[in-house]
């Protein structure tokens, strides 16, 4: 009787090349996984966050950048990723085998000693200049108060770049966004360096459709769009009139590796199904 591999072995013998991944299709949280690996360059110090961003890491890590570190803003350090899947930043897994074991103020002091390379952000709002909002949305009974920064305005404020992951939504994605909890580019321009903030922005937004960049004015505009979503789709479901880039692309799809790391991490696909 033959014993089928497990998705750590397949993982572990296409990644030492000895094997032809073949995978199969995928799933449009492991398209925004990948997507959302490739920003991680290697031998940056990123704020890996959780959900999504934290698979993006470990793909990273098994991938392309073999030499990244994540931090987390409970004060966690890791050079190599938690041996199990994390369902909050606290998990014990977190702590075993850490680099550092910090307080939250020894990983934020991080950000502005001009160290952290990117950050990964999630919002409920997301502009045009890339502008945050997690602080209150207007709701059907009126507005809604939502738990608001955590560390989302540090890391935007003060990190090299920042990545947004979010559904594309046109309530999600506005013209301006109701509250400024993290600032983007603000109204445009030089708006960062007047408001006092050395460096940073958003470098890309990652959305359930499609991928936004920025352009040297600090406008978002359509970098590609995934497998089997249209432009005019994309169009109808932003908040504003969406600037093109001049040749639209298709997301990447994930490559054989990227998708046999993510599997083998998250192996019940409690966050990438």
Known sequence: MTTQ??????????????????PGPYTLSELMVSA?????????????????PL???????????????GLFENGVIRSTPAPELLYTMADPPNLSGATQCLDMLGVMGLLESGRVHLGFLGAAEVDRFGNLNSTEVEGPQGRVRLPGSGGACDIASLAERFV??????KERLKESVSFMTGPGYGDGGAWRKRAGLPRGGPSAVITTKAILRFNRAGEAYLDSVHPGVEVGDVMANTGWKLR??????????PSGEELLAIRAYDKEGFWTR
């Open 244 to 253: 093109l880039a001049e040749n639209v692309g298709q997301t990447r799809a």
């Open 55 to 69: 698979i993006a890491f470990v793909v990273a890590k098994k991938t392309h950048a073999p030499h990244a570190i």
């Open 36 to 52: 959302a690996a490739r920003e991680i360059r290697d031998g940056e110090l990123v704020f890996v966050g959780m959900r999504l």
């Open 164 to 169: 947004v992951m979010l559904e594309h939504k």
């Open 5 to 22: 591999p497990s998705p750590e072995q397949r993982a572990a013998e296409v990644l030492a090349g000895r094997k032809d991944p073949n």
